[in-house]
């Protein structure tokens, strides 16, 4: 993972699912994220056939949608925190080894309100589709 990755948002591993930033422009945003065999959700999510869990597809697109907003969180100095997730649709199981590309688009920003929408692929098919929204919430201070 790149430091631009670890500048641009707050999350770190284990719970960090963005490895590389493809592609990126004011409005969209590429990046992708390889799922290990000794990821630690494998042990006790269908262990005799280990899936990646649903809601992490969802997580992966909205730490790449975060990313993307994150000139927006050093302007306002806040960090982007998701408030909606809508119309998930799960199309293709991803599963250890596999490499996942989260296509992010802003679609519409309202004040510190924004929605997006996320196409998250396996191989070239759609994993996950989802649409979402972020606000920009002040950060704690650190003690």
Known sequence: MSAAILDAIPHRPPFLFVDEIV????????????????????????????????????????QAGAILLSRFAKQSGGVPVATRISDVRFKQMVRPGDTIEMDVRLVERVSRAFFLAANVTVAGKTAARLQFACTMAPRQEEA
Not at 30 to 52: N, S
């Open 23 to 62: 592609e990126q422009t004011d409005d969209r945003i590429v990046c992708r994220k390889t799922f290990a065999a000794d990821e630690y959700f494998y042990a006790g999510h269908y262990p005799d056939y280990p899936l990646t869990p649903g809601v992490l597809l969802c997580e992966a697109a909205m």
